[in-house]
T-cell receptor, first 113, second 115 residues
Framework: DQQVKQNSPSLSVQEGRISILNCDYT??????FLWYKKYPAEGPTFLISISSIKDKNEDGRFTVFLNKSAKHLSLHIVPSQPGDSAVYFCAAMEKGGSEKLVFGKGTKLTVNP | NAGVMQNPRHLVRRRGQEARLRCSPM?????VYWYRQLPEEGLKFMVYLQKENIIDESGMPKERFSAEFPKEGPSILRIQQVVRGDSAAYFC?????????????FGPGTRLTVT
């Protein structure tokens, strides 16, 4: 039973354009959401996060949007750069629960020059 | 400030042998988490430890797997009598005390291959 779903295994965009990565969740107890970026043979790197009390968080070129009623979040990267090419994981943490992160399967982003 | 360190980076074991994976958290961090990533999958939580305590081991297989985080030294994930299905990337993460572990910082991982 996948509680965090990233339905697009891959995404390809042109340099300078917007990249939009999507994530859906089923557990209404999740109250904190994170995006991690991962290069091959490396560990995931924290990118940006959002609390369930917010609907938007922005950090430079990265913005995360949260739609609680739809149980959906998205990561926007503007403008996309070739160095952004990586696998992006959506993760969630449950309110009042253990500090474990529940991850989606990831979306491989390719930014073409 | 050094990041989370894991060793070895690559480990090859024959079926039936033991595998020991080590994780040194970031300086000042007292919370350690272990995750496993199978090919084409996301990371799956295994265990959450604080110094000398296992806080949540709900993701650990019931047999052959154990973890510890002693007062001194790194955290160890031990897999006894390895089988081919244990082949995966094992990631350790750490977070500082006092928070809820929201931002967990990951190490580079140990890639275990069981032959």
């Amino acid at each position: 039973d996948q509680q965090v779903k990233q339905n697009s295994p891959s995404l390809s965009v042109q340099e300078g354009r917007i990249s939009i990565l999507n994530c859906d969740y089923t557990n209404s107890m999740f109250d904190y959401f994170l995006w991690y970026k991962k290069y091959p043979a490396e560990g995931p790197t924290f990118l940006i996060s959002i609390s369930s009390i917010k609907d938007k968080n922005e950090d430079g070129r990265f913005t995360v949007f949260l739609n609680k009623s739809a149980k959906h979040l998205s990561l926007h990267i503007v403008p996309s750069q070739p160095g952004d090419s990586a696998v992006y994981f959506c993760a969630a943490m449950e309110k009042g629960g253990s500090e474990k992160l529940v991850f989606g399967k990831g979306t491989k982003l390719t930014v073409n020059p | 400030n050094a990041g989370v360190m894991q060793n070895p980076r690559h480990l090859v074991r024959r079926r039936g042998q033991e595998a020991r994976l080590r994780c040194s958290p970031m300086k000042g961090h007292s919370h350690v988490y272990w995750y496993r990533q199978l090919p084409e999958e996301g990371l799956k939580f295994m265990v959450y430890l604080q110094k000398e305590n296992i806080i949540d081991e709900s993701g650990m297989p019931k047999e052959r797997f154990s973890a510890e985080f002693p007062k001194e030294g790194p955290s160890i994930l031990r897999i006894q009598q390895v089988v081919r299905g244990d082949s995966a990337a094992y990631f350790c993460a750490s977070s500082p005390p006092g928070g809820r572990g929201y931002e967990q910082y990951f190490g580079p991982g140990t890639r275990l291959t069981v032959t």
